[in-house]
């Protein structure tokens, strides 16, 4: 989940150990068109998540009937002007989203003509408090370092 920044990976030096069953036929056996997984039995364990929200609406107020990209593409806009208010560049909150252990949920199609998607924030990965509350953001964060987009951006 999460990788929104398209990267594909943190690059870091490291060993992997992996154990790999072959099932011949197992696509066929089990009616599938596309490999299954099991996690590791070590994940990030977090029971405090801020949930963005988006709809198949973009930016213009175009709406696209039943897309669920441009609707976590909303969810993930939202978390990220959501971050900006702590201090944090477009850039920075960006990455965090990239890197981060959130979680994107297609949360619902049913919806006739939105269809809306999730991304679910963990709370714990912030050393202070990123919650909503009535006295509204508090900037943690100057936002000063340098992230350029790209090479041909400023």
Not at 40 to 55: A, M, W
Not at 117 to 124: E, R
Not at 130 to 150: E, F, R, T, V
């Amino acid at each position: 989940d999460g990788e929104i920044t398209f990267c594909g990976a943190i690059e870091m030096a490291g060993w992997v150990h992996m154990k790999v069953t072959l099932i011949k036929g197992g696509m066929a056996k089990y009616g599938i068109k596309n490999p299954i997984f099991k996690p590791s039995v070590i994940t990030p364990r977090y029971d405090d998540y801020l949930i963005f929200e988006g709809i198949s609406v973009d930016e213009a107020g175009k709406q696209y009937y039943l897309d669920v990209n441009v609707a976590y593409r909303q969810a993930c806009l939202n978390a990220i002007e959501y971050l900006k208010k702590f201090g944090y560049s477009g850039a920075q909150a960006y990455s965090i989203l990239g890197t981060a252990p959130v979680q994107g949920h297609i949360s619902g199609v049913v919806d006739v003509p939105n269809s809306c998607a999730t991304l679910w924030l963990p709370t714990g990965i912030f050393d202070f408090d990123i919650n909503p509350n009535a006295s509204g953001p508090i900037k943690h964060i100057d936002g000063k370092i340098s992230m350029p987009l790209s090479h041909d951006l400023p």
